[in-house]
């Protein structure tokens, strides 16, 4: 039975309470790497490109440690680059498709990013897995589950539109919030795909 958008965002915050300062901490970490390589001359939409699958794959293990309950360390959101290639080709595959669904219209390529939207959480999962496996793995996985998930994302956007108004640093508890939100929101599709092929 899918557990309702509501119910998980809640489930969310179970799991953050005490691990506030550890997830914000990681994110400002993380946002600083970003900001720092941007603004290196040249080369620096470059290696943001290349590093930004093998980071999405760390922020996906990292979310998945807090809302699972685990043992969860700033360093995990490097893991991701333990499995640089698969992380890499995943993230550029990505970008690829959804580039391509755009093409044709935006809403198509909204559809797209959205069956897309658990292959970082996968590949955590799994690290045996390929690139191209894992997102059509997504795919599947996201059947029926797709405007669910858009509704969680829109659950947010008056969060989104709060953090502005504080002149941004609202973003550093909203954004482990979203994350570990998926992260329970793949665990639940994950579930409940299980219990449909054993039907």
């Known amino acids: 039975m899918k557990t309702k958008n509501v119910v998980l965002m ?28 941007q603004i290196i001359p040249k080369v620096g939409p470059i290696v943001s490109l290349i590093i930004s699958g093998p980071f999405a794959l760390g922020l996906a293990i990292f979310s998945l440690s807090i809302s699972r309950n685990q043992d969860t360390k700033l360093e995990q959101i490097f893991q991701g680059f333990k499995n640089f290639g698969t992380a890499l080709g995943a993230y550029l595959l990505m970008v690829l498709f959804i580039i391509l669904w755009m093409l044709l219209l935006i809403i198509p390529g909204i559809i797209a990013a959205i069956s897309y939207s658990m292959t970082f959480y996968i590949l955590a999962d799994d690290n045996s897995i390929r ?28 969060w989104a ?12 508890w909203l954004m482990p919030y979203i994350q570990v939100s998926m992260a329970k929101f793949y665990d639940d599709v994950k579930a409940n795909s299980i219990i449909t092929e054993n039907v």
């Not at 539109?161 to 550093?172: D, E, N, S, V």
């Open 10 to 37: 809640q489930m969310a915050k179970e799991s953050l309470k005490g691990k506030w300062g550890l997830a914000i901490g990681t994110v400002v970490v993380y946002m600083l790497i970003v900001v720092v390589i």
């Open 131 to 158: 690139a191209m496996e894992a997102i059509d793995k997504s795919k599947k996985m996201m059947y029926g589950y797709k405007w669910k998930l858009f509704c969680l994302g829109l659950r947010f956007l008056g």
């Open 161 to 172: 539109l709060l953090c502005i108004l504080t002149l941004g640093i609202g973003f550093l």
